[in-house]
C-alpha cells in the first residue's frame, strides 16, 4: 500500500503539466499508431529482405540463429498492440506450434514459434524449404496488421488495457520461455518489449516514477539473462507489479476511461495477485440473474442432497466430497448402479469456475452445462432434472428457497435452469486464491521458505511446468485474454509401471482430429496437493510420480508410441533436490 501512495503522489505531480501543454501536439493516439506502423514495417522488412534471403542463400547454422534471434526482438517491439488490436494476424506471426480446432476448422500452426523448432536444437539443411514457407507465411501478415492500424483509430484507454496485458504476458509466458523454449532469449525479448511500452507511455507521462518503474524493470532483465538461473519470483514482485500499479494509477489520474467488458482478469486488476483480479463470473452463461448469498446457500443444499439423482441415494458430494478438496481419493470412482467402474478420475471443483471448458474432454463451456451432464449421465446419478424440479417444487422448504433465490412474480413451479445455476453458483464459491504463495506475492515474504521459491523459479523456468500450467491459477487457461484452453497430449500410461498409452482418447472422443488423440484438458494444480491420486485415470498416486513422469519425457520418454505428443520429449534434467522443491511449491498452492 505505501508503495502505491508514494507512486500515485509523483504521477499527479507531474501530470498537470503533461495535459495542458501538448494541445498544439498530434493526438496521442495518432503518435502511438505511427510507432507501431514503423515498428511493424521494421519486423516485416527484416524478415523479408533479410532473414528469409539469407534462409534461401543456404546460410549456416548459426548465422540463422542469430536472424532468428533478431527477428522476434523486432517482433516484440510491437507485440503489445499487435496481440491487442490484431490477434488473428498475430496469431500468424507468433502462433503456438500445434494445430487447433477453432470455429469449425482446423488451424495449422505458422509463425516464429514454428520456425524456431526447425531451427533449434539443431539446423537441418532438409528443413529449408520449410522455413522459407515459414517466413513466407509471416510476411503475408503484413497488409491484415498494418490495414488495422492504418485505418482504425485506436483509444487511450485500449492502449494502457493493451500495455498492462503485455506486462502481464511478459510475467506468465514471456520468463517461463512459452513462445521460444528452445532459444532461450526469453529475457532480452521480456526487456525489448518492456523498453518499447516505455516509449508509448512517455507520450502520457514522462515523470521519473514511470520510468523508473520501466527502466528498472528492463535493466533487471538484461543484467539477468540466464533462463534457466533467472529470478521470476523477484522480478514479478519487484519490477513488474511496479509497472501494471503505476499504469493503472496513471490512467485513473488521467481519468481515462473506457467501454468495460467481461474478462476473466479484470480490467481494473492492478497486478495479477490482486485481491478479486478474477472474475468468477466471467464464464457464466447469459443469465439475467445476479449471484446472490441465496443462490450459493441453495446450491450448496443442492449439492449434498441426492434428490437430484434418479435412485435418490446420490449427491454431486459422493464425488466431490468437500472433506476431500472436492474429490473421492479414488481412482476412479463407481457407477450409480454399484455395479461397473467410471472412466476417469474425479477431479477437483475448487476453482473450476476460472476455466471456459469443463471435464477432461472440455465438452461443455459452462458450470451450468456440466451440472447437467452429471446429474443426467447414466452412470453418474441417472437423474432427471425436470423430475426433479417437481420433486423440489412439492416440497415445502426448498419451494421457499427457490422464491428467496430467484425472485419472481407468479411462480408456479420451479425452472430446471434455476437448479444447475444455483448449483454452479455454489461451484464458482470455490474459487479461493488466498494460498501461502499469494500471500508471498503480495509481499508476505515469510509465507514461502527458500525451497518453495526455489521451487516457483524452477517451475516456470527449467522445469517448463509453467508452459502448461499457467501462474497465477496454474490452469491451462491461456493468458492474458484467458478466452481459450488447448488441451495437451502428454502420453499417460495405463498405470503408473505400464509402457503402453491409456486408453482413453481424451478430446478426440468430442472432435476428431488426429492431433487431439489421448488430448486431456489441464487441471489446476491450485489444491493439488490433497487431490491424488492424478491424471485423467489417476494412474499417479503421488506428485514425485507427476514430477518424474514429466522429467522422463512424458510417454515418449517412457517409450510409448505417441506421434502427437505436445510435452517436451527430452529430459528435462532434474535433479532430485529440484523435484522435491517444486513439489514444496505446489504444496504452497492450497488455498485456506
Excluded at 63 to 81: S, V
Excluded at 151 to 160: A, G
Excluded at 386 to 408: C, I, K, P
Excluded at 428 to 449: H, I, V
Amino acid at each position: 500500500m505505501l508503495k502505491k501512495n508514494y507512486i500515485a503522489v509523483l504521477l499527479l505531480s507531474g501530470i498537470s503539466a503533461l495535459c495542458f501543454t501538448n494541445t498544439k501536439m498530434p493526438a496521442r493516439e495518432k503518435r502511438v499508431t505511427a510507432g507501431i506502423i514503423k515498428q511493424a514495417d521494421s519486423f516485416f522488412n527484416f524478415t523479408a529482405h533479410v532473414f528469409l534471403p539469407a534462409v534461401q542463400h543456404n546460410a549456416g547454422a548459426k548465422k540463422l540463429r542469430a536472424l532468428f534471434i533478431q527477428a522476434r526482438l523486432l517482433y516484440k517491439k510491437f507485440e503489445w498492440a499487435a496481440e491487442y488490436f490484431t490477434p488473428a494476424a498475430a496469431r500468424l506471426i507468433n502462433g503456438a506450434p500445434v494445430p487447433s480446432f477453432d470455429g469449425g476448422m482446423i488451424t495449422t500452426p505458422q509463425g516464429l514459434q514454428v520456425a524456431e523448432t526447425m531451427i533449434y536444437p539443431v539446423w537441418d539443411a532438409t528443413q529449408k524449404q520449410a522455413l522459407v514457407q515459414q517466413l513466407k507465411l509471416i510476411c503475408n501478415a503484413r497488409d491484415e496488421l498494418l490495414a488495422y492500424f492504418k485505418n482504425i483509430d485506436i483509444l487511450d484507454w485500449q492502449v494502457f488495457d493493451a500495455v498492462k496485458l503485455e506486462v502481464f504476458r511478459i510475467e506468465i509466458l514471456g520468463i517461463a520461455g512459452f513462445d521460444a523454449p528452445l532459444a532461450k532469449n526469453s529475457m532480452a525479448e521480456a526487456a525489448c518489449s518492456i523498453n518499447s511500452m516505455q516509449q508509448v507511455i512517455k507520450l502520457y507521462s514522462n515523470t521519473a516514477v514511470v520510468n523508473t518503474v520501466f527502466c528498472n524493470a528492463g535493466q533487471y532483465l538484461e543484467q539477468h539473462p540466464s533462463f534457466d538461473s533467472f529470478d521470476r519470483a523477484a522480478f514479478i514482485k519487484i519490477y513488474a507489479d511496479p509497472i501494471t500499479s503505476a499504469v493503472t494509477i496513471l490512467a485513473n489520474t488521467m481519468h481515462i476511461k473506457g467501454v468495460q467488458y467481461s474478462r476473466l482478469l479484470r480490467q481494473d486488476a492492478t497486478t495479477l495477485f490482486d485481491t478479486g483480479a478474477f472474475d468468477v463470473t466471467a464464464y457464466a452463461p447469459g443469465i439475467p440473474y445476479s449471484p446472490s448469498s441465496r443462490q450459493i446457500l441453495l446450491g450448496e443444499k443442492l449439492f449434498n442432497d441426492p434428490v437430484l439423482s434418479g435412485s435418490g441415494n446420490r449427491s454431486c458430494a459422493f464425488c466431490h466430497d468437500p472433506a476431500k478438496n472436492f474429490t473421492d481419493g479414488l481412482v476412479k470412482n463407481i457407477s450409480v448402479d454399484g455395479r461397473t467402474i467410471l472412466p476417469r478420475n474425479t477431479p477437483t471443483l475448487l476453482n473450476a469456475a476460472l476455466q471456459p471448458f469443463q471435464f477432461y474432454d472440455m465438452r461443455v463451456t459452462t458450470l451450468e452445462a456440466q451440472v447437467t451432464d452429471v446429474v443426467q449421465s447414466h452412470t453418474e446419478m441417472n437423474g432427471s432434472l425436470d423430475s426433479a424440479a417437481v420433486r423440489l417444487w412439492r416440497n415445502n422448504t426448498y419451494r421457499q428457497l427457490f422464491a428467496e433465490a430467484f425472485s419472481q412474480n407468479g411462480r408456479s413451479g420451479i425452472d430446471t435452469f434455476e437448479i444447475t445455476h444455483a448449483i454452479a453458483e455454489y461451484i464458482r464459491s470455490l474459487s479461493k486464491l488466498n494460498s501461502r504463495f499469494d500471500r508471498y506475492m503480495r509481499g508476505d515474504l515469510k509465507a514461502l521458505n527458500n525451497s518453495e521459491v526455489a521451487g516457483f523459479n524452477l517451475f516456470m523456468g527449467k522445469a517448463k511446468c509453467g508452459t502448461c500450467h499457467f501462474m497465477p491459477l496454474f490452469n491451462g487457461v491461456i493468458p492474458p485474454s484467458y478466452t481459450n484452453e488447448e488441451p495437451e497430449v502428454i502420453g499417460v500410461p495405463a498405470d503408473l509401471d505400464s509402457k503402453a498409452i491409456d486408453t482413453d482418447t481424451g478430446v478426440y472422443k468430442i472432435i476428431k482430429a488426429p492431433f487431439y488423440l489421448h488430448a486431456f484438458k489441464t487441471p489446476t494444480l491450485r489444491n493439488t496437493a490433497h487431490t491424488a491420486p492424478y491424471m485423467h485415470n489417476g494412474a499417479f498416486a503421488a506428485l514425485k510420480d507427476v514430477l518424474n513422469f514429466y522429467n522422463a519425457g512424458g510417454g515418449t520418454g517412457r517409450g510409448i508410441n505417441v506421434s502427437n505428443q505436445t510435452l517436451a520429449k527430452d529430459s528435462l534434467r532434474l535433479s532430485n533436490t529440484d523435484i522435491d522443491n517444486i513439489i514444496a511449491f505446489i504444496n504452497s498452492l492450497s488455498s485456506n
